[in-house]
């Protein structure tokens, strides 16, 4: 009986060591995000481009530039997750899966030249927000809000 007590804490210590180990390789804006971000956004949502009230006021002419919002330091794409444009990373990046229309967001595409690119980007995209919600502000409660990890 002792010893399966003891066996069953050397289990609990083994799995307790292991999750651990996964919680060191948290997805971070500084380590994996940015780096996608550099390669496949930044060309649309770069420092040339404009802040979001000024995006929306002109939208037309940005458009015809193609340029969309800036989005490229950490506090910038927090606007986009948490406030007050909340939800519209989700929203422009899901693939269908939380889409009544089943289909993928228009900045899904930039993901990554292949399919399996696109995939695993939005999988670090997920992680990386941690409460994958594409409600707007007006929808989304405070505790929905705390569930958001988006660390740097
Ligand atoms: C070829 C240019 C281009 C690329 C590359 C691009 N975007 Fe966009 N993005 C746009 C434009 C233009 C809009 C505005 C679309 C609209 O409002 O109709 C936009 C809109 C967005 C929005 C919504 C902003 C809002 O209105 O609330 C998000 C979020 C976004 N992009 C994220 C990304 C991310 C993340 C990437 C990289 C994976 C990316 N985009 C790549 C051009 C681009």
Redesign the pocket.
Known sequence: MKSKVVFGLGVLCLVAGLSKVSADETVRYSTHIKP??ER??????GADSPE?PE??EN?KR??K?????R?DTYAH?LY?VGWP?TG??????DDGTNRKDGKHA???????STEEERKR?LHI?KEWVGYWSLKKWKDTTKEEIDKFKVLY
């Open positions: 996608i971000f496949h956004c930044i060309g649309c949502h979001y995006f929306k939208k940005y458009l530039m193609m340029k969309g919002p989005m794409m986009f444009d519209a990373l989700m929203r422009h990046l228009d900045m899904y595409q930039y993901l990554g980007n995209f």
